[in-house]
């Protein structure tokens, strides 16, 4: 079965970076986009980054452009995102979530747990 | 950029049937995905491609369109439905994800 598992989350001050894992299994991995999504405490579902099967290609969300990189290793089975220059805002779940197609036109068919990132001084 | 409205929240007793919109301009040429959220869990796939049920996910949940509305109907609501639902339609050049601001679906 599909696993998506996260790690690398937890307090930072503001400025501070982190750098956020998600160890994937039960499918052919290097077939299939992959997504960051983050949740503040009490609001909605927001895309923060999403990489291409093979990492030709990436995207940010706005919010984070020019702060945060998304890559994978797909000998690896793992999609990374680096977080620099973090904000009071960037508090949130992070989430690891599979796309249904090698690009991010469809939907997110599978998604891990989620790792707590607190920005805080 | 492409904007998604759902109502914040819905209201409904155990054992009737709950509708859950998400507005769109031009929404019926998209295709819609709608997903569950329980409380501190993460997002589930109910709905992908407007109708579509993943494997596991009840026949109580369905999908529909009408107009610039896509509606998620969950028949003979159950306790355990109760959940923040949200939905997703690919952005203008269909090569991301935009989300809804999600529904809050209480269970009375």
């Known amino acids: 079965q599909v696993q998506l598992v996260e790690s690398g989350g937890g307090a930072v001050p503001p400025g501070g970076s982190l750098r956020l894992s998600c160890a994937a299994s039960?499918?052919?991995?290097?077939?299939?986009?992959m997504f960051w999504v983050r949740q503040a405490p009490g609001k909605g579902l927001e895309w923060v980054a999403f990489i291409r099967d093979d990492g030709s290609n990436e995207h940010y969300g706005d919010s984070v452009k020019g702060r945060f990189t998304i890559s994978r290793d797909n000998s690896k089975h793992a999609v990374y995102l680096q977080m620099n220059s973090l904000r009071g805002e960037d508090t949130a779940e992070y989430y690891c979530?599979?796309?249904?197609?090698?690009?991010?036109?469809?939907?997110?068919?599978?998604w891990g747990q989620g790792t707590l990132v607190t920005v805080s001084s | 950029s492409y904007v998604l409205t759902q109502t914040p929240s819905v209201s409904v007793a155990p054992g009737k049937t709950a509708r859950i919109t998400c507005g769109g301009y031009?929404?019926?040429?998209?295709?819609v995905h709608w997903y569950q959220q329980k409380a501190g869990q993460a997002p589930l796939l109910v709905i992908s491609y407007d109708k579509d049920r993943p494997s596991g996910i009840p026949e109580r949940f369905s999908g529909s369109y009408s107009g610039n509305t896509a509606t998620l109907t969950i028949r003979w609501v159950e306790a355990g439905d109760e959940a923040d639902y949200y939905c997703q339609v690919c952005d203008s050049n269909c090569d991301l994800p935009v989300f809804g601001g999600g529904t809050k679906l209480t269970v009375l």
């Open positions: 979530a599979k796309s249904s197609d090698y690009d991010g036109s469809g939907y997110l068919d599978y």
């Open positions: 039960g499918f052919t991995f290097s077939s299939y986009g």
């Open positions: 031009n929404i019926g040429d998209k295709s």
